[in-house]
Every structure is written in C-alpha cells, then in structure tokens.
Nanobody, 121 residues
C-alpha cells in the first residue's frame, strides 16, 4: 500500500521560511517523480515543483522560482520543499504527490493528505 505523509506546515510571517517534508512508503522515490502541488481556498490545485530521477531534473512553477527548492533523500525515501521569502499568496494546502515527471496533476498517481501553510503577519 502506497502512502505519502506531509509534515512541516504551519503559520509563518511574510518573508519567513518553512520546510515541508514528504515521507513515502510503498513506493521508491528514487524511481518515481516527487511533486508538490498546492490549493488555496476557492482555487484550483496548482503545480509547484517536481523532481525526477536525477537531482538535476527539477521543474518549478514561475511564481516559486528562486524562492522554493525541491529535493529528495533516497536513503530515507523522502522529498522536501524548502520555501523561503514566503508571501501571503503562498497560503494554501500543500500536497505531496508521486508519479510521472510532469506539471500536470493527472500524471501523478499517489497523493498525500496535504498540510496547511499560512503566511500572515
């Protein structure tokens, strides 16, 4: 049984940082792509970042480039999203996903339950 569990969300002030973690079981993150998506209230789920088999294979949505970094620890079978210079518009539920190397949610087979990130003063 595949399971993805996110952690590390919370409340942070604008300009602050958070590091999201995604622990995977039942699949191998060294083979499957790890992706992060987010969904704000009243909005559609949107792609944030993904990392393929090689560390050099990363994709970022334009609004997080230079602020967020996606990484993976193959030994621990975990993926991470380091978020810096956070803005109020980054407030959303963040989801970890596993699947194909893509920006499209339909290409991801497995999803975590999501964790809340709130950026507010």
């Amino acid at each position: 049984q595949v399971r993805l569990v996110e952690s590390g969300g919370g409340l942070v002030q604008p300009g602050g940082s958070l590091r999201l973690s995604c622990a995977a079981s039942g699949l191998d993150f060294s083979i499957d792509t790890a992706g992060w998506f987010r969904q704000a209230p009243g909005k559609e789920r949107q792609f944030v970042a993904s990392i393929g088999r090689l560390p050099i294979n990363t994709l970022y949505k334009h609004f997080v480039e230079g602020r967020f970094i996606i990484s993976r620890d193959k030994d621990k079978n975990m993926a991470f999203l380091q978020m810096t210079s956070l803005k109020p518009e980054d407030t959303a539920v963040y989801y970890c996903a596993a699947g194909k190397y893509s920006q499209l949610s339909k290409d991801y087979t497995y999803w975590g339950q999501g964790c809340q990130v709130t950026v507010s003063s």
